[in-house]
């Protein structure tokens, strides 16, 4: 059974950054597809970020160029740096894995980091 565990998130003054972890735990890591995604309240969950088996990489549009997405398979880890960060950043951010075997696809996600950016 996969599970992802989000750690890193905080409160950070505008302008500041963050790194938020997700260590996944199961098996065949290398070959998912990790994102972040992050909800604020009264809002959609929206992408934030992903990061493909063979390292492809895309940001929402949002967030290009401020942050950045990394994984490290030998540790089943996944991260995004967050630089110059805005107060809607704010927002739960999770992490989401997803597979396809097969014909199907399973998905997985954490239960989320907050991250709080004040003016």
């Known amino acids: 059974q996969v599970q992802l565990v989000e750690s890193g998130g905080g409160l950070v003054q505008a302008g500041g950054s963050l790194r938020l972890s997700c260590r996944f735990s199961?098996?065949?890591?290398?070959?998912?597809?990790m994102a972040w995604y992050r909800q604020a309240p009264g809002k959609q969950r929206e992408l934030v970020a992903q990061?493909?088996?063979?390292?492809?990489?895309d940001y929402g549009d949002s967030v290009t160029g401020r942050f950045a997405i990394s994984r490290d398979n030998a540790n089943k880890m996944v991260y995004l740096q967050m630089n110059d960060l805005k107060p809607e950043d704010t927002a739960m951010y999770y992490c989401?894995?997803?597979?396809?075997?097969?014909?199907?696809?399973?998905?997985?996600w954490g239960q989320g980091t907050q991250v709080t950016v004040s003016s």
């Open positions: 199961g098996s065949a890591f290398s070959a998912y597809t």
């Open positions: 990061i493909t088996s063979g390292g492809s990489i």
């Open positions: 989401k894995g997803r597979v396809l075997r097969f014909t199907t696809e399973r998905t997985y």
